[in-house]
């Protein structure tokens, strides 16, 4: 009589043993930008007088806070 051994695959061991790795690595927070949005290492931003803006929000800084007005010529 042929005796089967059940064997896991390593990961699914680690995985009963120490639940699921956190597969996607997070970015650093490194802070807020002016309007409280999270600020991440890697982000790209702008410093006006003290003030630090994510440039995703460059634009509604320039027109929220400095009054500026886009138009097309």
Do not use: C, W
């Not at 009963?16 to 930008?33: A, K």
């Not at 440039?55 to 509604?60: I, V």
């Amino acid at each position: 009589m042929e005796r089967r051994v059940k064997m896991n695959h390593p990961m699914i061991d680690q995985i009963e043993r120490s639940g699921y790795p956190n597969m996607v690595e997070q970015p650093e927070h490194v802070g807020l930008d002016y309007f409280g949005d999270e600020i991440l290492d890697g982000d790209d931003i702008a410093e006006y007088d003290g003030e630090i803006i994510l440039k995703d929000n460059l634009e509604r800084f320039l027109t929220e806070v400095m009054e500026f007005i886009f138009k097309t010529a």
